[in-house]
Antibody, heavy 118, light 110 residues
C-alpha cells in the first residue's frame, strides 16, 4: 500500500513562498504523476499541478506563474513551492499519485493545513 | 466557478437511490474519462469510480458511474447514513492541459 505524507510549515506570511514536501513510501515514483491538490476551508478541491519523473509537468493555468514543482526520486520525495502567497492560498494541501490523463488519483496524503497570515 | 458543473446538494432517504450529475464540455468530459471521489468529513478524498464506470477494489457495487457525451453521472443505490459525504467529479481538460474538478455535491441521507 503506497503511503504519502505531506510536510512543511503550517503558517506562511503574505507575499512569502509556501514550500511543501511529500514523502512517498511503499512504492516507486517512476511511471506515475505526482500531484498537488488543495482545498480551502469549506470549499471544493482545486488541482494545483503535477510532476513526472522524466521532468515533465502540468500546471493549473490560474496558478502557473507562481508554481515550482520538483522531485527527488533518490529520497522518494516531491515538492511544491507557491510564491507570493495571499490569504486566498490558505487551505488544506494534499499530495497525491495520479494516473494518466483522466484526473484519476489513486493515492492521497492525509493533507496538511497551511495558513497564510502575518 | 468550476469547469465541471455539479449540483451543490442532493438528498434522499436511507435505502433509496440518488444520482449526481457532472456536466462539462468537449474539451474535458467529451473526450476523457471521468473519475469520482468521495470525501467524508475531515478526511482526504477517496477514489470511488475510475475511468467513468469502474469501481476500484473495495468499493461496493452500490456505487456506479456512467458517461454520455459531455456529461457523467454517479449513482448510489441502497443509501446508508455512512454515505453522507461530499462527492466530486474530475477529468482531464485538453484545452487547459490540466485536471479539472467539479464544485462538489453534498449528499444528505435523510
Amino acid at each position: 500500500q503506497v503511503h504519502l505524507q505531506e510536510s512543511g510549515p503550517g503558517l506562511v506570511k503574505p507575499s512569502e513562498t509556501l514550500s511543501l514536501t511529500c514523502t512517498v513510501s511503499n512504492g516507486s515514483m517512476t511511471n506515475f504523476y505526482w500531484s498537488w491538490i488543495r482545498q480551502p476551508a469549506g470549499k471544493g478541491l482545486e488541482w494545483i499541478g503535477r510532476y513526472y519523473a522524466s521532468g515533465s509537468a502540468n500546471y493549473n493555468p490560474s496558478l502557473r506563474s507562481r508554481i515550482t514543482l520538483s522531485m527527488d526520486t533518490s529520497n522518494n520525495q516531491f515538492s511544491l513551492r507557491l510564491s507570493s502567497v495571499t490569504a486566498a492560498d490558505t487551505g488544506i494541501y494534499y499530495c497525491a499519485r495520479e494516473l494518466g490523463y483522466s484526473g484519476r488519483v489513486d493515492y492521497w496524503g492525509q493533507g496538511t493545513l497551511v495558513t497564510v497570515s502575518s | 466557478q468550476s469547469v465541471l458543473t455539479q449540483p451543490p446538494s442532493v438528498s434522499a432517504a436511507p435505502g433509496q437511490k440518488v444520482t449526481i450529475s457532472c456536466s462539462g464540455s468537449s474539451s474535458n468530459i467529451g473526450n476523457h474519462y471521468v473519475n469520482w471521489y468521495q470525501q467524508l468529513p475531515g478526511t482526504a478524498p477517496k477514489l470511488l469510480i475510475s475511468d467513468s464506470n469502474n469501481r476500484p477494489s473495495g468499493i461496493p457495487d452500490r456505487f456506479s458511474g456512467s458517461k454520455s457525451g459531455t456529461s457523467a453521472t454517479l449513482g448510489i443505490a441502497g443509501l446508508q447514513t455512512g454515505d453522507e459525504a461530499d462527492y466530486y467529479c474530475a477529468t482531464w481538460d485538453g484545452s487547459l492541459s490540466a485536471v479539472v474538478f467539479g464544485g462538489g455535491t453534498k449528499l444528505t441521507v435523510l
